[in-house]
DNA sequence: TATTGTTATACTCTATAACTATA
DNA sequence: TATAGTTATAGAGTATAACAATA
């Protein structure tokens, strides 16, 4: 039980989310650089790496959490570099379906292979603590989706 | 993510690692949408926010985990806002000390606000689960940075 | 009329390399 | 020589508004 100056002191849900967000400020640097390695901007890494079925550009630019008119470009230039096409959809011949090439494909296991590697942060942690952390986590954000 | 074959890796920390990507990723536009609504792009409201005491150009720019090039031209934006001021350094004429203005103290205050708010995912979680929650942080990422 | 995707526009962020003024 | 900060440059992501093709 917290006491005393329990009111000037945060809540734990508070500090646990101003941890987590420092957390994830830095952590935007470290996919940056992730991505970079594998010779590629890190919006165009993770669009690619959505690519587990052919997807609209609408679907994909709502799961990259942005503008359709943003991820014109961003395809634009994963086309160039010959990673994903832009295949007509036999329903409806508005929509564009895109595809990873035999190259993208390659590209998009190499970057789910990054991505699921498990950050210092975490990996240092004691078992016990992954365990409950990856419980709370589920509880969290782990359902929806 | 029930993805079939890519859900391989199956201890609980990767598992913790893969919940937490998922859940960074989106946060990206949940804080840039925040700060926003601010009046402000979310870089120049991360940088705003880290001035906490007259602070280097150099020292910022780790801060913002961003080349010192980079941030000249965030600050440049700043101070155009009248948000900050570049002060000489007494002890180095070569160092520039970026303090907030008032209006740029005020504006930090608002965005401190913001983030401190803890996010729908954390702060529905069980009064157990946050101070669980907060311990692990503290042990993954509270003390170095 | 509504939706899908693009284009035009304007702004912001990003790093590298070369530069200046100090130290 | 080394460091703090800027400038020049080039590239990439961002949204808004207007547009064409299709539904």
Redesign the pocket.
Known sequence: MQRGDERRVTTAGAEAWRLLFGFVMSLEGYWEERARELGL????AYALMLLEEPT????LSTM?H??????????D?LEARGYVE?RPSAV?????LLTPTPEGEEMRRRILQVVHEPHPAIASLSGEDQRALRDIFRRAFGERD
């Open positions: 901007p890190h919006v165009q609209p550009m609408n679907r990259c942005c503008d359709p008119s943003t991820l014109t470009g961003v395809v230039r832009r409806d011949r508005r929509v564009k």
